[in-house]
């Protein structure tokens, strides 16, 4: 057992490292491909620090370690200052949103352990969840717009969604990574426009990241679901 939790941290460890180098190599890319392309005219260091922290968390959420949540705290804290000097209301709101509710999935994850299950989302939430994420896109749409925020309509989109898809995250239920590709498409069309394209071109990089990162967890899903079965037939 102790070596067992001895490996555990080592290998914990280890993804703190490469999600560190993952976020480096990826901020950089994104900075040449942006120079190359003649979307970048100047460095904001701050939205290089957001999509550096954010690459790095991403990294770690997918590993299934719990030391994705502290990382993406600093991240949304970052781009929560970078989108309200940008302008964009919804995405600003959103990010002081997260922030704090980063906490709820740093105690829900409890243990940096691999043995809570993914799940699939019982049919019987998918309206309700819907219905809410219908709203909550509509109100921040009018919110946004009444006080003159830019893009509203799409920005809210990516508020609404991603609040949907970061609690069906945190609760570990596969079908996060379909929402969080919805989120994504309007992402890097609404920060593009914005002339944020450091943030967009890190969305790319996300939408890919959803098909990865399912692929990951339908793994881990399957393993779970198969060890719970080999248990009930001991």
């Keep these: 057992m102790k070596q067992l939790l001895t490996t555990t941290r080592v290998s914990a460890k280890r993804d703190l490292w490469e999600s560190?180098?993952?976020?480096?190599?990826?901020?950089?890319?994104?900075?040449?491909?942006?120079l190359l392309a003649g979307w970048v005219t100047a460095l904001n260091w701050l939205e290089?620090?957001?999509?550096?922290?954010?690459?790095?968390s991403t990294y770690?959420?997918?590993?299934?370690?719990?030391?994705?949540?502290?990382?993406g705290a600093v991240s949304t804290a970052a781009y929560a200052i970078l989108f309200m000097q940008s302008g964009l209301l919804s995405s600003a709101i959103l990010n002081i949103y997260l922030t704090p509710?980063?906490?709820?999935?740093?105690?829900?994850?409890?243990?940096?352990t691999r043995t809570r299950p993914v799940t699939h989302v019982a049919l019987k939430w998918v309206?309700?969840?819907?219905?809410?994420a219908g709203?909550?896109?509509a109100g921040a749409a009018l919110l946004s717009q009444t006080f003159g925020g830019a893009m509203a309509w799409t920005d809210a989109m990516?508020?609404?969604?991603?609040?949907?898809?970061?609690?069906?995250?945190d609760n570990k239920k596969l079908e996060n990574w379909a929402v969080w590709a919805v989120v994504n498409v309007f992402a890097i069309y609404t920060y593009a426009t914005a002339?944020?394209?450091?943030?967009?071109?890190?969305y790319v990089f996300f939408l890919a990241n959803t098909v990865y990162g399912y692929i990951i967890w339908r793994r881990s899903k399957l393993a779970s679901d198969q060890a719970a079965t080999a248990l009930e037939e001991a």
């Design 48 to 56: 290089v620090f957001a999509v550096f922290t954010s690459y790095s």
């Design 127 to 132: 309206p309700i969840y819907v219905l809410v």
């Design 158 to 169: 990516i508020l609404a969604g991603t609040i949907l898809a970061q609690f069906l995250l």
């Design 20 to 34: 560190a180098f993952v976020g480096a190599v990826l901020t950089t890319l994104s900075y040449v491909v942006g």
């Design 135 to 137: 709203l909550g896109y």
């Design 60 to 71: 770690l959420c997918v590993k299934e370690r719990r030391a994705n949540y502290p990382i």
């Design 195 to 202: 002339g944020l394209a450091l943030a967009a071109f890190q």
């Design 101 to 112: 509710t980063l906490i709820y999935g740093w105690l829900r994850w409890r243990k940096d």
